[in-house]
């Protein structure tokens, strides 16, 4: 008998989808019990049956009418913001863990490589958007170091891997993303803006990072990059993909650039950045199913993969050891 926690992924498109082949293939405490959609012809649908997972097209009311439905532990939701909402109304009472990779934001913004470990025992937690998860560590690394009074993240994905439940949410891609690189990432004020780039051949993933910090020491700029490095590292080993493309910027505000307007009212002219931190990334996908171009729907497949993974690996740690474990 398995004793790996059985999961279900609701949503057949493209990143549910990627998401299951990620659990057939690279899962070590998790295995597929369900895959559910609405479109009874669709892929992800079609290539669960073929590699044996129950299946069903009538949404979350057909998952619990699975016959395995009370040994599923882990409910993965690829669907839309709207839909989460519903599906976790039915789902939370009954017990089960959500990870929720749509912008909802119904339950704790949760970024692997920077607070899982504080958020491991919710109920339902939010993975943020494709570009949080590539931006916010980056974010937080600078703000461990030095407070960041502004943060700005640019998202540019290939038009062709976002799709309809990707161009439906873009407003939430926006509210979301900014509220996280604050609640997570620790700037005082976020903003992120998403760029769908139609260029062909299509484009892989690319992220810009600026950050306005107070760094008059010199010794603090090196603090930073380091901090950046470490925390490339952390994201990098469970996305292989996410890399920087060029080394961190670290550069004085010149006093003809004002930065005001980007600022909290009260900020004090003590406490006004001096210096904006510049970083540039790109995300390759692993090409599970979709193209290498794919990194935004990769890093959200990868990122809801470790939370369940390690949700998952404290069943089997014992009590004494869990502290060591998150």
């Known amino acids: ?140 690394a600078v703000s461990r170091v030095a407070p960041v009074a502004y943060a700005e993240i640019v998202a540019s994905i290939a038009s062709k891997s976002a799709g309809p439940g990707t161009r439906a949410n873009i407003d939430e891609f926006t509210e979301t993303t900014s509220e996280a690189i604050e609640k997570v990432g620790g700037a005082e004020r976020g903003k992120a803006i998403i760029i769908l780039n139609p260029a062909e051949p299509p484009l892989i993933m690319r992220d810009t990072v600026y950050c306005l910090v107070k760094a008059d020491d010199p010794t603090i700029h090196e603090e930073i990059k380091l901090s950046v490095d470490k925390m490339i590292d952390e994201v990098a ?30 900020i004090a002219d003590d406490d006004k950045p001096t210096h904006q931190v510049s970083v540039f990334l790109e995300v390759e996908g692993a090409a599970h199913y979709l193209p290498a171009y794919a990194g935004n729907l990769d890093i959200m497949t990868s990122a809801g993969l470790q939370v369940a993974e390690r949700i998952a690996a404290r069943k089997t740690v014992p009590a004494g050891s869990q502290a060591q474990e998150a």
């Not at 959500?98 to 949760?110: E, H, K, Q, R, S």
Request: charged residues 20%; contains cysteine; glycine residues 8%.
């Open 237 to 266: 080993s469970y996305v292989p993909g996410y890399r920087l493309k060029q080394k961190v910027q670290v550069t004085e505000i010149d006093e003809n650039r004002p930065v005001d307007t980007l600022l909290d009212d009260d």
């Open 1 to 140: 008998m398995s004793t790996k926690t059985k999961v279900a992924i609701i949503g057949s498109g493209n990143i549910g989808t990627d998401l299951m082949i990620k659990v057939i293939r690279t899962a070590k405490h998790l295995e597929m019990g369900a895959m559910v959609g609405i479109d009874p012809d669709s892929d992800g649908l079609a290539r669960a049956k073929r590699m044996g997972v129950p299946t069903t097209h009538e949404g979350v009311e057909g998952l619990l009418k699975l016959p395995n439905f009370d040994e599923i532990e882990i409910v993965f939701d690829a669907t839309s913001a709207k839909a989460h909402v519903h599906n976790a109304e039915i789902l939370q009472p009954l017990g089960k863990r959500m990870v929720d990779l749509t912008p909802a934001a119904i339950g704790p913004y949760v970024v692997p490589a920077v607070n899982l470990g504080e958020n491991q025992d919710a109920q339902n937690v939010n993975m943020v958007t494709c570009g949080g998860q590539a931006t916010i560590p980056v974010v937080a």
